[in-house]
């Protein structure tokens, strides 16, 4: 490729500071250091995650600014560095914003799929090197996630990627590159849900709507879904969903509503929305004895969890997940595989097309709870 070894000038959503919308900026990219793969990204879905910290409600208070957010894409390689044996150009890739290096001592253990290889730099904003490979007039700009695919062309880890089907279409599963495996494997590898069990699930975006199609995959007989939105009861159902509640249609707290229609509680719980008031709901709904709320939903740095004690001597158990616990370079090309056999719905998780430009509309969309997943085609 005539780029390789070169920078490359391209176009990228730059978020400059927080509570701020990013500005469409034109930025160069430096080659991949040793060990990293250059991508052109092809499609990216717009996640809360990136939202939360564009907010300033960021889950890590280390973060640095300027960074390019994004970390639900699917792309190209256009250039490998020094010593990657695994990838080369044109090899069609997720990039993983939660790695797998197979080496540490996470990833030795079949119980985590929490990588700690990279896990410092990624939270800093830079590459394993310490330094960062964007620049926008003349100012290094920040990595997020290990990933940043708000951007034409992008620098990440090689251990932060994984090769897919080439004939899999990119501006669809760039979402196995977040929301549908976190959601999804919430129910099937975190809560492990069982045939025939009660769930519910709080928050319908495309986190909360993998979570429901998990529920059912795994044979759930009744999955109550949980939003503020009534256009979401509609959607909930064709993911599975064989009931609906808003909360606003009721004066009574949630885990009152629910404990009453599942005569004491759910067997699993998932909160989906990254709030403190519906994760302790959600813990609430779970019966005694068994019940299990696995918290999805990612909280802003700081905040806390009010629970009594009391409601775990009864047998109430309460866990959470990060990418839905698949060991991530493993289970994304099996969750693409998975959808080519029709197996895996992802295409109805999209509700816009959109380009780079649209990026702030889609943000607005994803405060209103409206759509699922926006996709940017680049
Ligand atoms: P989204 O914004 O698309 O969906 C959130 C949904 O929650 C919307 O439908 C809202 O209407 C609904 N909602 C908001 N407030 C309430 C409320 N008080 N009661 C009921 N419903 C409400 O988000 P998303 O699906 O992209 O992400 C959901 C969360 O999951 C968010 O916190 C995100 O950061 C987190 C996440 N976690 C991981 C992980 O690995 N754990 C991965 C990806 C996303
Ligand atoms: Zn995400």
């Not at 092809?42 to 960021?58: E, F, Q, T």
């Not at 866990?319 to 998975?338: I, M, R, Y």
Request: aromatic share 6%.
């Amino acid at each position: 490729m005539a780029t390789a070894g070169k920078p490359i000038v391209c176009r990228a959503a730059v978020a400059w500071e927080p509570k701020k919308p990013v500005t469409i900026e034109t930025i160069e990219v430096a080659p991949p250091k040793a060990r990293e793969v250059r991508i052109k990204v092809i499609a990216n879905g717009v996640c809360h995650s990136d939202l939360s910290v564009l907010d300033g409600k960021s889950w890590d208070p280390r973060i640095k600014w300027p960074m390019i957010l994004g970390h639900e894409g699917a792309g190209i390689v256009e250039s490998v560095g020094e010593g990657v044996t695994e990838y080369k150009e044109g090899d069609h890739v997720i990039p993983l914003y939660q790695p797998q290096c197979n080496e540490c001592d996470n990833c030795k253990s079949t119980k985590t799929n929490i990588c700690n290889k990279i896990r410092q730099t990624i939270a800093i904003g830079v590459m394993p090197d310490n330094t960062t490979r964007f620049t926008c007039k003349g100012q290094p700009v920040h990595h997020f996630m290990g990933t940043s695919t708000f951007s034409e062309y992008t620098v990440v880890a090689d251990i932060s990627l994984c090769k897919i089907d080439p004939a899999a279409p990119l501006e669809k599963v760039c979402l196995i590159g977040c929301g549908i495996s976190t959601g999804y494997g919430a129910a099937l590898n975190t809560a492990k849900v069982d045939e025939g069990s009660t769930c519910a699930v709080w928050g319908l975006g495309a986190v909360g709507l993998a979570t429901v199609m998990g529920c059912k995959a795994a044979g759930a007989k009744r999955i109550i879904a949980v939003d503020l939105n009534p256009e979401k009861e509609e959607l909930a159902k064709q993911f599975g969903a064989t009931e609906f509640i808003n909360p606003s249609d009721h004066d009574k707290p949630i885990e009152a509503v629910i404990g009453m229609k599942t005569m004491g509680g759910c067997d699993f719980t998932f909160e989906c929305i990254g709030l403190v008031s519906t994760i302790r709901s959600a813990f609430y709904s779970c019966r005694e004895g068994w019940g299990k709320t696995i918290v999805v939903g990612v909280v802003p740095a700081g905040q806390e969890v009010s629970i009594s004690p009391l409601a775990f001597n009864v047998g109430r158990t309460m866990t959470g997940t990060v990418f839905g616990g698949w060991k991530s370079k493993e289970g994304v090309p099996k969750l693409v595989d998975l959808y080519m056999k029709n197996e895996l719905m992802v295409d109805e998780f999209i509700s816009k097309m959109i380009d780079l430009d649209g990026v702030n509309d889609a943000f607005d969309l994803l405060r209103g709870g409206k759509g699922i997943r926006s996709v940017i085609k680049f």
